[in-house]
Every structure is written in C-alpha cells, then in structure tokens.
C-alpha cells in the first residue's frame, strides 16, 4: 500500500524530493510522467486523457489500493484517476489545480493555450529570466534552476500538448468527482499565484474531503512549506484504517 506521488508542469518528479525527507514512511513513489522527465512511449501524444490512463497503468502494475497524491497538473490528473477507477485509490490528496469551468488561466497558462504563440514562447523562452520568475514565486533557487535546466525539447512539446488538451478540464472532469469515493484531502498555497486559493474549498466539497490544509506557501507548498505538507499527508493517511 505505497503512497504514490504526481508532478505537475513545468516540474519533474523530485520536485516531491523535501517532503519526502520529512515522512517517516518509506513505502513512496514519485512518478516520472512521459516527457516530463521521462522517455515518451512510443504513439503517446501527452494529452490528459494519455496521461491518466499512463498513471492508472503505473497503479494497476502496483496491484494494491495507494495512498495517491498529487499537485498542480498532477493533482487534475490524479483526482481524475480517483473518479474512474476508486478500486485503485486508498486516499487521495491534490492542491494548486483547480477544477472548475469558472476558472481563469493564468496569463502563462493562456499563452501556453493558445496554437502557435505557445510555441514561440517556447523556442524564445530566457532560461535565465524563467528561472528568476520562479523564484520570485518562491521556488528555492537550487530548485528554480535544475527546472529550467530540464525544459527540453521533449518538455517544452510534452507540456504544450498537455495544456491544449486540457483547456476545458474543470467542465469536462468536474461532473465525475461525484464518482470519487476515497478519503480526500485537498491542500494549496495560500499566496498561488497561478491558481486562486478559493478554488481550494471548491475542490474540496466536489470530492467531499475530510480536511482542506493551507499553507503559508505559493503555488508549490511542497518546496516552500514541505514539513508542513508531509505533516498533514501523515495525519490523512493515519486517519484511515489499513
């Protein structure tokens, strides 16, 4: 029964790296999505739908209930995975995505959005400049840099696919939270910059959570506030019998 961790864009999978040393369990994953520091399976074309159906892949391999967890993409994608297979989730967690037709893109979101500008960003982006902003949203520096250091060719692709695909995901997915049976716990920065924190209760009473944590944090409490957020991962997972 592992806890089994999702990234979001433009992150990796040790962007889980500090909340990990602060959980005394040791039975964690954190998954490398395809094209997201991870080789792209041959045919996959890195739309929502591929990638939720990657992840149920990973967890049916793993062949009992997780406690599942994931942040910013990572979280739609993974309360997705809860909504359509329950048998495969023990608990479910996720912050910093909205999941809401109501909701407005962040500026970065809509010209990643929109077919031929996000592109240019991509091929014109400052790796240098990109990483300041990140910092300036509270990314340590050490994190905001080995960031930008893996947008490559793949990524930049991967994560352009993934955000045009999911342009109308708040209304296509938010009818099947309903389906969500797990114990959920929704947790978000409380300065996110990219996606408002009322979404936050929102999320939560859509898949009915147990507890919504806020954190003194912005859009990435995992980096910013990691002792906090293992903390209250801890006393989820506790909180539900084995």
Not at 60 to 84: F, K, M, N, Q, Y
Not at 143 to 166: H, Q, Y
Not at 167 to 188: I, K, Q
């Amino acid at each position: 029964m592992p806890a089994v961790f999702v990234h979001g864009i433009p992150d990796t999978y040790r962007v889980w790296d500090a909340v990990f040393d602060h959980l005394t369990r040791t039975d964690v994953l954190a998954l490398a999505l395809p094209g997201l520091g991870n080789p792209v399976p041959e045919g996959f074309t890195a739309t929502k739908e591929e990638y939720v159906d990657w992840i149920i892949a990973r967890l049916e391999e793993i062949g009992t209930p997780v406690d599942l967890v994931g942040h910013d993409w990572g979280s739609a994608l993974t309360v997705r995975v809860a909504s359509l297979r329950p048998d495969l989730v023990r608990t479910w967690a996720g912050g910093d995505a909205a999941m809401s037709p109501a909701l407005e893109w962040s500026s970065l979101s809509k010209i990643w959005q929109t077919p031929g500008v996000g592109e240019q960003w991509m091929a014109e982006v400052d790796l240098s400049a990109f990483s300041e902003q990140l910092k300036k949203d509270g990314v340590p520096a050490h994190r905001a840099d080995e960031t930008v250091s893996r947008l490559d060719a793949t990524m930049k692709d991967s994560i352009l696919r993934l955000v045009c695909s999911g342009v109308h995901t708040g209304a296509e997915w938010e009818p099947g939270l309903a389906n969500v049976t797990s114990p959920s716990l929704v947790f978000w920065g409380r300065d996110d910059q990219y996606q408002p924190v009322e979404y936050a209760e929102d999320l939560a009473k859509n898949v009915r959570a147990t507890s919504v944590v806020l954190l003194d944090s912005g859009h990435w409490p995992q980096l910013q506030q990691p002792r906090e957020l293992a903390a209250a991962l801890t006393r989820h997972w506790e909180s539900v019998p084995a």
